[in-house]
């Protein structure tokens, strides 16, 4: 074994081994990069190695991090940051839970489709999954527990409906994997909804016939109101100030008539008027979706910093040459080695947040799948169809991670909110059909990428 290879691996084992003392991941992944750079530059000079590493290194570093703050792309990030964070504060979610549990109140499991519904809303709103999954704790748990739901079939919905924001548009993730891989946000977006949707649909249909095959996991309201035109007219009105929001950032997005960057502003001008319509905008509100914006988004870019940094000392040791060789010398085909990938990143879910997964893992793989010769349709309009595809997958992956025992973090974000009666047993055994779920998405996704590649590529044909 070389001695750059040797330093590859020390690099990994050394950063899965400080995950576990407690520094925030930031500072790790920079320590990490200016450890063996350090490392690789003096081996050089006492101990005559070549390992490719100098000065020039971090002059490379301090250039990438210059030309990271002036990426435009990445301008939609606090954006929509901002726009999750003011919905969460301005009542459309609460308003829409009170009007549609109206609506559906007399289906058996209709409250569980109404929280999977605005699940979905939330998601094509906000992107943010810990926002999702606590607002819908909060507003759907109590009323789920009164109507002597089981518990574990109102934990599973209530995690598996606030996940869908990693995957369905406008994610932040998204955002960063476009960046990352060189594609175009707006194609990502649109690759994302039937993906989305089809996970969503799932969902509803298992809610449903589970609610009809075994009537005690969500019985019926007994107090139910006779469905009259006031609950029509409350449904729409709640439903269609979130609705215009969509359609004002995905519409203007798809349409081509504003970048994913300008579409994000106008998503946190619309997110602030709907709090000021609904009576819910003041300083004390603004302060705090203005700091927690400011938090957010000083955290993801100091993740940017330091896997900069990784990332560069790991090439320049030809750390991405050595992963590409080993996966495509893998004699498992094509499907083998991506199943591998997906395992692999699904694995790392369990220790990384996404943002450190996109960021040093994404970059890594994606050479190795688009060298393994995919027949994936980019029907002629989409320049590299098999990345758009496979951003999906990675993205679908991640998602199912969120919700896996032990340490699925969206398990802890509903575990922080829920009633003191519902155990973190309840709230494993609710999100493992939902898992299976998300497992039969991801094989459709795997066996008809066209779900990802056919809605961008008809888009930009027209």
């Not at 930031?26 to 101990?47: E, H, K, R, W």
């Not at 995919?374 to 199912?400: C, K």
Request: negative net charge; contains cysteine.
């Amino acid at each position: 074994m070389e001695f750059n290879e040797i330093l590859v691996i020390g690099m990994f084992l050394t950063f899965i081994a400080f995950l576990f003392t407690g520094i925030p991941i930031a500072y790790v992944l920079a320590g990490v990069g200016v450890l063996f750079g350090a490392i690789g530059y003096f081996s050089d000079i006492y101990m005559d190695t070549i390992t490719g590493l100098d000065l020039n290194t971090l002059g490379i570093v301090v250039s990438r991090i210059f030309s990271l703050m002036e990426n435009w792309v990445l301008v939609a990030l606090p954006m929509f940051i901002f726009m999750g964070l003011m919905l969460d504060k301005s009542g459309v979610a609460e308003r829409m839970m009170m009007a549609m549990q109206e609506l559906l109140g007399r289906v058996r499991g209709g409250l569980g489709i109404t929280v999977t519904l605005i699940g979905i809303i939330l998601a094509a709103s906000t992107g943010i999954i810990g926002a999702s999954v606590v607002l819908l704790g909060l507003l759907s748990l109590p009323a789920m527990m009164k109507q002597n739901y089981s518990k574990s079939f109102a934990a599973g919905i209530v995690c598996s409906a606030g996940c869908l924001g990693i995957l369905i548009p406008p994610s932040i993730m998204l955002v960063i994997m476009a960046d990352q891989l060189a594609l175009s946000v707006g194609d990502l977006f649109m690759a994302a909804v039937f993906p989305g949707l089809l996970l969503g649909g799932l969902y509803l249909v298992y809610i449903l016939v589970l609610s009809y095959l075994n009537p005690s996991v969500a019985p019926l309201p007994k107090d139910r109101r006779p469905l009259d035109r006031k609950v029509i007219v409350d449904v729409l009105k709640s439903m269609l100030p979130p609705m215009l929001l969509i359609f004002a950032v995905l519409g203007s997005i798809f349409a081509g008539v504003a970048t994913p960057t300008e579409a994000s502003g106008v998503g946190a001008l619309g997110a602030t008027l709907l709090a000021l319509f609904n009576k819910k905008l003041n300083f004390g509100v603004m302060h705090e979706v203005l700091m927690s914006s400011f938090k957010t988004t000083a955290y993801i870019f100091a993740i940017f910093i330091g896997a900069t940094c990784f990332s560069l000392v790991l090439r320049e040791l030809g750390g991405d040459e050595l992963i590409e060789s080993s996966l495509a010398s893998l004699p498992f085909g094509p499907y083998g080695v991506l199943l591998i990938i997906l395992l692999v990143v699904f694995l790392l879910g369990f220790l990384l947040d996404w943002i450190e997964i996109t960021l040093i893992v994404l970059p890594l793989l994606a050479p190795v799948i688009a060298g393994l010769e995919f027949q994936v349709e980019g029907f002629g309009v989409l320049d590299q169809p098999v990345l758009v595809w496979f951003v999906m997958l990675i993205a679908m992956t991640l998602q199912t991670s969120f919700l896996t025992p032990p340490v699925g973090f969206a398990l802890f974000y509903l575990k922080g909110v829920a009633p003191p009666g519902m155990k973190l047993t309840d709230i494993y055994k609710g999100v493992v059909p939902f898992i299976i779920l998300q497992l039969v998405a991801l094989a459709l996704l795997i066996f008809m990428p066209t779900l990802a590649t056919w809605l961008p590529s008809m888009v930009y044909a027209k």
